[in-house]
Antibody
Framework: EVQLLESGGGLVQPGGSLRLSCAASGFTFSSYAMGWVRQAPGKGLEWVSVFIGGGGSTYYTDSVRGRFTISRDNSKNMLYLQMNSLRAEDTAVYYC?????????WGQGTLVTVSS | DIVMTQTPLSSPVTLGQPASISCRSSQSLVNSDGNTYLSWLQQRPGQPPRLLIYKISNRFSGVPDRFSGSGAGTDFTLKISRVEADDVGVYYCMQGTQFPLTFGGGTKVEIK
C-alpha cells in the first residue's frame, strides 16, 4: 500500500523559510516522479512543483519559482520542498503526491500558515 | 497556460440519480505522444484529493464503475451513474499535458 506522509508545516512570519518533507513507502520511490500540490483555505487545488525522477528535471509554478526548491533523496525515500521568502499567499495545506501525468496517490497534507 | 473551466459550480443531486460534470480546456490536451492527459479527482470533506479517472476514461485502482469519464480534445465529462451519499464532495479536473499543470475550479456535488 502506497503511503505518503508530509511533515514540516507550521506558522512562519512573512519572509521566513520552511522545509516540508514527505516520507514515501509502499512503492519503488526512485522509479516515480513526485510533486507538491497546495490548497489555500476554502479554495481549490493549485499545482506547485514536480520532480521528474530519472533526469532530475524540476518544474515550478510561476508564483514560487526562485523561492521554492523541490528535491528528493532516493536512498531515504524522501521528497522535500524548501520554501524561502514566504508570503501570506503561500498559506495553504501542502500535499505530496505521486506523479505520472496525473497525481495518483496523495498524502494527508501539512498546513503552512504565513502570518505575522 | 492552459485554463481548465468546470461547470456547474454546484450540483445538487438526488440519491440514486445520475450526475454529470463538464470540464473544458482552453486548448487541446492531446500530447505529442498521442495521449490526452486529463484526469478527475474527488475530494471528500476534510480529506485529501483522490484520483478517480486518468487519461480521460481510465478508472484508477479501487474506483467504483459508477464513475466514468469521456471526451476528447478540449471537452471532457465525468459521470456518476447513480449518486451515493459517499460521493458528496468537490470534483476537480486536471490537465497533465503541459506545464504548468492546471486544475479546474471544482464542482461541488451535494445531495438534495
Amino acid at each position: 500500500e502506497v503511503q505518503l506522509l508530509e511533515s514540516g508545516g507550521g506558522l512562519v512570519q512573512p519572509g521566513g523559510s520552511l522545509r516540508l518533507s514527505c516520507a514515501a513507502s509502499g512503492f519503488t520511490f526512485s522509479s516515480y516522479a513526485m510533486g507538491w500540490v497546495r490548497q489555500a483555505p476554502g479554495k481549490g487545488l493549485e499545482w506547485v512543483s514536480v520532480f521528474i525522477g530519472g533526469g532530475g528535471s524540476t518544474y515550478y509554478t510561476d508564483s514560487v519559482r526562485g523561492r521554492f526548491t523541490i528535491s528528493r533523496d532516493n536512498s531515504k525515500n524522501m521528497l522535500y520542498l524548501q520554501m524561502n521568502s514566504l508570503r501570506a499567499e503561500d498559506t495553504a495545506v501542502y500535499y505530496c503526491a505521486k506523479y505520472n501525468r496525473h497525481f495518483d496517490d496523495w498524502g494527508q497534507g501539512t498546513l503552512v500558515t504565513v502570518s505575522s | 497556460d492552459i485554463v481548465m473551466t468546470q461547470t456547474p459550480l454546484s450540483s445538487p443531486v438526488t440519491l440514486g440519480q445520475p450526475a454529470s460534470i463538464s470540464c473544458r480546456s482552453s486548448q487541446s490536451l492531446v500530447n505529442s505522444d498521442g495521449n490526452t492527459y486529463l484526469s478527475w479527482l474527488q475530494q471528500r470533506p476534510g480529506q485529501p484529493p483522490r484520483l478517480l479517472i486518468y487519461k480521460i476514461s481510465n478508472r484508477f485502482s479501487g474506483v467504483p464503475d459508477r464513475f466514468s469519464g469521456s471526451g476528447a480534445g478540449t471537452d471532457f465529462t465525468l459521470k456518476i451513474s447513480r449518486v451515493e451519499a459517499d460521493d458528496v464532495g468537490v470534483y476537480y479536473c486536471m490537465q497533465g499535458t503541459q506545464f504548468p499543470l492546471t486544475f479546474g475550479g471544482g464542482t461541488k456535488v451535494e445531495i438534495k
